[in-house]
């Protein structure tokens, strides 16, 4: 057992790859903490595009993707709006497959769609969501108010809509290419039996390959060979499986689900306990409610997590985003606000662990 508790923050995608590592390994992830994600860019073409519009990454104080637009607010103060229409080219292709809006698999889910300006919507799966939740508010970390059912139809609709869409885009994918495997309903057992077959070449040729991988660094973190590197673009393997391991290919997000880790596409937010709009007492540097960075403050303060794994920017390539772990309330403070490209989130736990 790992002496480390980790909470960590994550998309839809990463908390189910997370998951999956609570379900398959003995994981040192304590608290999953789930982001909203309609759709996630790469930082390359995001770049690209941003000079069609004579602006730098540099020049970017904060992104928000809202009612169809991509606003930019500029270090200047002034704020360019991009069309979804028009980002719509640069999201990655993972994305157009994704059937999950609001982080179904994780403890607490949090994102802004149904909360006004400066507060953030609360999704309480479990039963330790619940009791995080409940010790935050009582020890004056966050407050919450009702959500109410306008705000949660507004919710339900917009993720329905997701669902709906993606659905489709994947019927049309499966005509020409292979079954997009997290798609199949496949028993346990018989899921035990295609993982027992399968190694890094099967996770190549059903995920990456066909543009399903989310870079999540979940197969590299898993691989007790090292055998696994990613860059920027996907994962790639150095050397030779060892025989009887498959590994990689049962903690990726995008092979197949056991049972009780599985969406219900016909119910739009998945399973929760609770649902309310919040806000932080204490912090006010994040990008809604600022309630990630405040659950995260809560959760270390209390020693209820012995670090939290996040995603801070580069200092020196703005924007770009990268995973760390830290048990440092200031670098949880200063790490809060949505980078809008994806970095393999798993990668610092790897270091975690050959440090022990
Ligand atoms: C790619 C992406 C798409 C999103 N799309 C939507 C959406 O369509 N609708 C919606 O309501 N909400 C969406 N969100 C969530 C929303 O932007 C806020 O992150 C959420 O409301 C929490 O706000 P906060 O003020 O509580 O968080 P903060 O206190 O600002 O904390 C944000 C946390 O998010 C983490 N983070 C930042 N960027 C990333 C990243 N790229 N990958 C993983 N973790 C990251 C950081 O570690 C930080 O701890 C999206 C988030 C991401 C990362
Ligand atoms: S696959 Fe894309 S849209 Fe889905 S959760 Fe991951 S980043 Fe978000
Ligand atoms: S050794 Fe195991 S985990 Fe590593 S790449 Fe091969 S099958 Fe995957
Ligand atoms: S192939 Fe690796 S990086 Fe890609 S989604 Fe699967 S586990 Fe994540």
Sequence with gaps: MSEHKIAMVGTPCEIMAASKLQHY????????????CMENFSYKYFINLLKEYDLKMEDIEKFQIEKGFVFLLLKNKDEVRIPLSVARRI???????CVELTSETSDISIGSIGSEDGWSTLIIRTEKGENIVEGA???GFIEVKDFSDAQFDLLERIASSKIERNLENIEEREFFARPVLYQRQKSDDSIMKEISESDFMDLKSNVIDIGACVLCGACEYACPENLIIIDDTKPRMKGKCVEDCHACFSVCPRTFIPENLRNDNSKAIGDYRKIFTAKSVRHTQGQDGSIVTTILDYLLSEGIATEALIVDKEDHLAWKPYAKITSDIDEVVKSGGTKYSVCPVFKPLKNIEEVD
């Design 25 to 36: 390994t003995d994981s040192p992830i304590e608290v999953k903490l789930g982001l909203f």
């Design 91 to 97: 999201i990655r292709k993972n994305c157009d497959i």
């Design 137 to 139: 508010v009582k020890n």
